[in-house]
């Protein structure tokens, strides 16, 4: 990757047209919107409010399904030209439709298959995968068997009760790579209209009310695991990103603060880290991760 940033899942990935932009303007990767194993239509509007501290979502995962990305997919191969790594995420209802989508996926050859086992629409209802350290690493280790070497990447639920033990779960199992994480359950009201601002009432928020959370899963899931972490939570400038680097993440993802700012975020937010370390004397990234953690 040419730097150290990803656009995170479901902000203008929803089409090829939009991830090819985001990456020649300057995102190290791109995730693809989650795609899931039949189309689904999604919530009612409103649903993405943007409030005094980030957003608040519930877009109720819509996807055509995986039988109708060939298209999509083949526009994406542009990505290659210009270097750009291509994630692919993906969600299914049920564990087994996690391996059907994951089968489809992998013959398009992204560079890695980002599990979104901490989507909200299981088949409990609201409860997430990700909750759970064994139903996570029972999906991570049937899609490693059923799509070999394509790297996986396990995406944790802040709301879990130790997303730490599911990040462990889910390395143990074969993941190789785990993301910190997805948006925390949440609700606003609007208290003029007396009414819940979502359509669906309640959603996940992410933006900057996000970073201290997932920033603290990421420093506990670098004392337990060895394989790479992607932080994400509220990014949206180079001391954000260095922060989630000093915790030991190696990787930044950026998802609502395209949405408030615009593309031009990640460039803005490396020509800021390139501006800290020179200021402070580091030549590379290598020697600030994880530094938060020396005594
Ligand atoms: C409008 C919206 C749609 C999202 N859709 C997805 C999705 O399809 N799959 C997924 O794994 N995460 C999804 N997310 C979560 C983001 O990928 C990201 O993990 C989260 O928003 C935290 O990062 P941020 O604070 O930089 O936005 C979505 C977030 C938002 C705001």
Redesign the pocket.
């Known amino acids: 990757m040419k730097n150290p940033t990803r656009l995170?899942?479901?902000?203008l990935g929803v089409n090829a047209g939009q991830l090819i932009r985001v990456a020649k303007e300057g995102a190290g990767a791109v995730t693809m919107?989650?795609i899931g194993p039949r189309e689904r239509e999604g919530h009612k509007n409103p649903t993405?409010i943007e409030w005094e501290h980030?957003?608040i979502?519930a877009?109720g995962?819509p996807t055509p399904g995986y039988k109708n990305c060939d298209d999509e997919f083949e526009e994406l191969k542009e990505l290659k030209k210009i270097k750009v790594p291509l994630i692919a995420?993906i969600?299914g209802t049920k564990w087994e439709e996690f391996i059907e989508v994951a089968q489809y996926v992998a013959s398009k050859k992204p560079n890695a298959i980002?599990l979104?086992i901490?989507?909200p629409n299981t088949e409990w209802e609201g409860t997430q995968f990700a909750c759970d350290p064994k139903l996570s690493g029972k999906i991570v280790s049937e899609v490693k068997n059923a799509c070999g070497k394509i790297p996986l990447i396990a995406?944790l639920t802040p709301a879990a009760n130790s997303p730490v033990e599911v990040g462990v779960a889910c390395e143990e199992a074969g993941a190789d790579a785990i993301c910190a994480?997805?948006?925390m359950p949440g609700m606003i009201i609007n208290a003029d209209a007396m009414r819940p601002v979502l359509a669906f009432k309640k959603g996940?928020i992410?933006?900057p009310a996000?970073k201290p959370i997932n920033l603290k899963i990421t420093y506990e899931l670098y004392e337990k695991i060895k394989i790479p972490i992607i932080g994400?939570?509220?990014?949206g400038s180079g001391n954000d990103a260095l922060e989630y680097i000093m915790a030991g993440a190696t990787l930044c993802?950026?998802?609502?603060?395209v949405?408030q700012s615009g593309t031009g975020v990640f460039k803005k937010t490396c020509n800021e880290m390139d501006a800290w370390m020179k200021k402070n004397g580091f030549s590379n990234l290598e020697k600030l991760r994880g530094i938060a953690h020396e005594k």
Do not use: M, P
């Open positions: 995170a899942s479901g902000i919107k989650s993405v980030g957003l979502n877009v995962l995420s969600y980002e979104d901490s989507c995406k994480g997805n948006t996940g992410s933006g996000l994400e939570g509220g990014i993802g950026i998802g609502s603060a949405w």
